[in-house]
């Protein structure tokens, strides 16, 4: 007797496809970047098929006593996209919208981001689906060592090692190393990067990400024969990345006109004031950190901050923020991805048919990754660098980058995003295709 499926059913299939993170958005566009750089470089189809589904996921509940004595449980997430070119690497991300697909997509980009910057890392990337601008600082603390507990077994300094992300700091790595270190019984500071300089953290590690924004910035502005001082900003995000670029940004004499948060917005066309608006995020009184208040700036929505003329234009916020809705309206020269993922594919074609000169995050926002490599090899070898070597090779990394997505972009005729994710997505299948297939 023949199987016959009923009706509206699945039909039986020996080969059924992965589904598993078929529901999120961000990783259906990832999955989507990486068909289309498999046809690029012409990827050999069992390679590419592995590097479309990431090697391991976790996900965990992690119940925690609230300051008020009732239990609340949340939900966290490690995925490790790829372990072939050495331990997996990537941030941990508190935020209210984390689900797996987006920590899927993460890691996947991660992976290409380490590839096209040669570090010996895959990706990987974690979050857990809360608000931490709600939590106290006892409720952060208990969440990070309880997740920290039941994500140990996919974790180790040789397996897979966390960093800050968007909603996490220096003090979350911290609570993260303690807790690791109890577990083995020795003081661990290569378990996670992005630490405090006391506990074995890298100078420099904090202001990394902004700061290799900003050496891609310079890059791309001299190419186009902008002059630095000539030039106007809109930044998108006033957390790590996005406060960094800006003080970056004005060190050279570029002006920054506006900025926002998950607040809102504030313009300034003659300038804003970046110590004095550091100064304010900073102050004690300003319990949200936001930039909405600033005195010298009008307040503006979302919407009109990416549509702020300007010659460089910072997402340094969250995902998919220009989209096929609003990427006509972008008035910019230079698009800087210091965010992960944020210009959709349809978004990414109407760019294309403009002269906007795109530096696509996986080059962009490698500093972060970078240094976290250097604080990483200076934890194994107990031997610490100074601020100048950081930055010195910091800059000789990214601009070595930056050269090579460049040149593969001009003699392929490519965009810059084509260019820098054929880099990354080449460098581990090449190590795959020579490791071969396991058994
Ligand atoms: P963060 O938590 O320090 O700051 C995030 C900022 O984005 C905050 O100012 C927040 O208010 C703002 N924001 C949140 N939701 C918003 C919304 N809907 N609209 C406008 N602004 C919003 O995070 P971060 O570490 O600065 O990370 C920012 C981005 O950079 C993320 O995409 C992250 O993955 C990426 N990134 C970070 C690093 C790093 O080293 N921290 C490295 C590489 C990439």
């Known amino acids: 007797m023949s199987f016959s499926a009923p009706a509206g059913a699945l039909s039986p299939t020996k080969h059924p496809p992965v589904t598993l993170f078929s529901g999120s958005p961000t990783y259906l566009m990832a999955a989507q970047q990486l068909r289309t750089v498999a046809g690029v470089i012409d990827l050999d189809p069992g390679i590419a098929e ?7 996921s976790l996900v965990v509940n992690i119940p925690i006593r609230m300051d008020d004595g009732a239990v609340h449980t949340f939900i966290g997430y490690r995925v490790q996209h790829s372990l072939t070119s050495g331990a997996s690497k990537g941030g941990l991300r508190y935020d209210p919208q984390v689900d797996l697909g987006e920590v899927a997509a993460l890691s996947m980009w991660m992976t290409w981001k380490c590839g096209i910057m040669n570090l010996p890392f895959g990706g990987a990337k974690g979050g857990v689906a809360c608000d931490p601008a709600v939590l106290s600082s006892g409720e952060k603390e208990r969440l990070t060592r309880r997740f920290t507990e039941e994500v140990q077994s996919i974790i180790g300094p040789r397996v897979d090692v966390m960093a800050p992300d ?10 993260i190393y ?38 891609c910035v310079r890059a791309a502005l001299e190419e186009l024969n902008i002059a630095p001082e000539q030039a106007t900003a809109v930044v998108q995000g006033f957390g790590n990345v996005g406060s960094v670029t800006c003080e970056e940004l004005h060190k050279i004499g570029t002006k920054v006109v506006a900025v926002g948060d998950r607040y ?24 949200l950190k936001t930039v909405v208040g600033f005195p010298g700036a009008e307040e503006i ?39 992960n993922g944020p210009t959709t594919p349809d ?5 294309a048919s403009s002269d906007t000169y795109i530096i696509p995050d996986v080059l962009c926002n490698a500093g972060g990754v970078t240094v976290s490599y250097f604080e990483w090899v200076q934890d194994i070898q107990q031997f610490m660098w100074s601020e100048d070597d950081v930055n010195n090779e910091l800059r000789k990394l990214m601009m070595n980058a930056f050269g090579r997505v460049r040149k593969l ?19 581990v299948a090449t190590e795959q295709a020579k490791r071969g297939l396991f058994p």
């Not at 592995?50 to 391991?56: E, G, Q």
């Not at 990427?327 to 800087?336: D, E, P």
């Open 50 to 56: 592995r590097l479309s589904v990431p090697k391991r």
């Open 264 to 287: 809102g917005a504030i313009r300034n066309p003659k300038g804003l004031d970046v110590p004095a608006l550091l100064r304010y995020t900073a102050d004690a009184k300003n319990k």
């Open 301 to 339: 929505g979302p919407d009109e901050l990416l549509s702020t003329r300007c010659t460089v234009l910072v997402p340094a916020a969250m995902e998919r923020v220009i989209t096929g809705a609003n990427a006509g309206k972008l008035r910019c020269r230079v698009l800087a991805e210091a965010a």
């Open 409 to 427: 972009a001009k003699d392929r005729n490519l965009s810059n995003r084509m260019a820098g994710l054929s880099l990354g997505v080449q460098k």
């Open 166 to 175: 968007m909603g996490t700091d220096e003090q979350t790595m911290a609570w």
């Open 178 to 215: 303690d807790t690791y270190s109890m577990k083995v019984g020795y003081a661990c500071p290569e378990i996670v990067t992005g630490k405090p300089v006391e506990l074995g953290g890298c100078v420099g590690r904090r202001e990394a990400t902004g700061r290799g924004v900003v050496y």
């Open 347 to 351: 978004a990414d074609a109407i760019l």
